[in-house]
């Protein structure tokens, strides 16, 4: 029982608390560790290439000193719910892991590591060359074909990332004078790509199907001779939402248009046999183009492209450069994507595919409970909308703090004034660990908020610091 005595000290110690945090606070608004945002940096002028860009380093290190640059932390050890990060200014810290990608936590099966070792022995570390030279390996013909299996459709074209997999799908089959209709929030891979390309590349809103509609009729008004791509996801890796697939692949049809559908978040983590967004759909072996990434479910770098056309695999042979220019999968890493899709269509994927639903189905309404809004629809992306840069990047250090690790999200990875937490759950989290996490990122959040409200109460006319070029 607390004596009546110890009350005053209590209250003393959470008073000298509360002047530290505010303290605090209003050292990093003088530092302006708050303010600014990447955009001001992305396109530099001057004469000077390399001197241009310094205004970007001191915005950087008024942030990392204040412990509100989250960019480039390290893992020490593997990507395991409880996980050891390190920041980039050195700061370490053990707690509940939701920043990394591994949604079925493959990562850490024994069949993958058995499999790596395998391969690693039987192969060697590395692939020696180019799909297009000798860089292929007996693990990667065996995954073109598990990989097309899965998929219900027969030609594979590998490549060494999933961005590599997108920009060199959409710049080898998209020439100057064809047209893009791209979804406003497809990644910076199929953007860059499209911009790449030198296509005329229209932008459609958001899931927005009337809108693409609308595009591709205003397009075929006037050029009926040129190309066009459709390109969305199957699965948005910031909003955690899905596209009408099979209203859009029914509209390429009736536009002689083409749809390629990025699947880098859902394919092996959803739908029935790990089937993805297309398999929910019931549009599989369906789709014009499939392209996707190994990273986030299959325990490994790379991406392919999907399709049912033996000219497509044979155009990107040639023309879709990372594949043709840059080094092939490495035998290790095609063994563990064999092995991954093995498990992923096997009943142990199943029971994977529900643990993680589990725990993200707790999460939401854990987090919901909280007054927060989690955006889209349940996935292993739990994007965890805050709006405000300044609220999140305050959170994002509360957050390191209480040893919960999630991504905080902001301009470029979303747009300006959207800025969230994105959280990514595995199938090995345990729901002690959703709870702590759902109640730790609560409570950031209201703390933050008060936070800066306060902040702004003792200095209403404070201003933004502007981070010029010197
Ligand atoms: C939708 C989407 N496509 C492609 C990629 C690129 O994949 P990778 O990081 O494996 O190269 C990513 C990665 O973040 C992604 O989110």
């Known amino acids: 029982m607390i004596s009546q005595a110890q009350d005053p000290v209590e209250r003393d110690e959470s008073a000298d608390a509360q002047q530290e945090w505010e303290r605090e606070i209003d050292a990093m608004l003088d530092a302006g560790a708050l303010d600014g945002n990447a955009a001001q940096f992305a396109q530099p002028r001057g004469a000077d290439l390399m001197r241009r860009i310094d205004a970007l380093e001191s915005w950087h290190a008024a942030r990392s000193s204040h412990g509100v640059w989250q960019y480039s932390r390290a893992l020490d050890g593997a990507p395991h719910p409880i996980a050891s990060i390190r920041d980039e200014a050195g700061a370490a810290a053990r707690g509940v892991n ?20 395998r391969a690693l022995h039987d192969a060697g570390p590395h692939s020696a060359g180019s799909a297009v030279l000798l860089g292929n390996t007996e693990y990667s013909l065996r995954l073109e074909r598990a990989l097309a299996s899965l998929l219900a459709t027969s030609h594979i074209t590998l490549f060494p990332t999933g961005w590599g997999a997108a920009f060199g799908a959409i710049t080898a ?35 927005d199907v009337a809108h693409v509609r609308e595009l591709l009729g205003a397009i075929r008004s006037r050029d009926s001779d040129n190309g066009i791509l459709v390109v969305t996801e199957g699965l948005f890796s910031m909003d955690s939402d899905s596209p009408d697939l099979p209203a859009l692949q029914v509209l390429c049809h009736e536009y002689g248009a083409t749809l390629l559908v990025d699947v880098a978040h859902d394919l092996g983590a959803l739908g029935p046999g790990g089937s993805g967004a297309i398999g929910n759909q019931g549009m599989l072996g369906k789709i014009d183009i499939v392209m996707g990434a190994f990273s986030k479910t299959f325990s490994s770098n790379g991406g392919f492209v999907a399709t049912a056309s033996r000219s497509v695999k044979r155009h990107l042979q040639l023309f879709a450069g990372p594949h043709m220019f840059s080094n092939a999968l490495s035998p290790v890493q095609a063994a563990v994507i064999l092995e991954c899709i093995g498990i992923i269509q ?14 993200v189905t707790l999460m939401r309404e854990l987090l919901a409970g909280q007054g927060l809004h989690c955006m889209g629809e349940p996935s292993a992306i739990v994007p965890v909308l805050i709006g405000d840069e300044q609220v999140s990047r305050l959170v994002g250090k509360l957050l390191f703090r209480q040893s919960v690790f999630v991504n ?33 990122i609560g409570e950031a959040v209201a703390r933050a908020q008060d936070a800066l409200a306060a902040a702004q109460a003792r200095h209403p006319t404070r201003k933004a610091q502007q981070f010029g070029t010197r």
Do not use: W
């Not at 096997?346 to 725990?359: F, I, K, P, T, V």
């Not at 979303?414 to 800025?419: D, H, I, M, N, R």
């Open 346 to 359: 096997s009943n142990e994927g199943d029971d994977l595919r529900a643990d993680l639903l589990r725990n």
């Open 173 to 207: 089959l998209v020439q100057p004078g064809d047209h893009i209709v791209i979804d406003q929030f497809a990644h910076a891979s199929l953007r860059q790509g499209a911009s790449a390309s030198r296509a005329n590349v229209v932008v459609n809103r958001h899931l």
């Open 98 to 117: 939701f920043a990394s990608q591994d949604y079925l936590s493959l990562a850490s099966h024994p069949a993958i590591l058995e499999a790596a070792e």
């Open 408 to 440: 905080q999200v902001e301009f470029p990875g979303v747009p300006l004034g959207a800025s969230r937490l994105r959280l990514q759950l595995m199938a090995n989290h345990n729901s002690q660990q959703v709870k702590r996490g759902a109640q730790v």
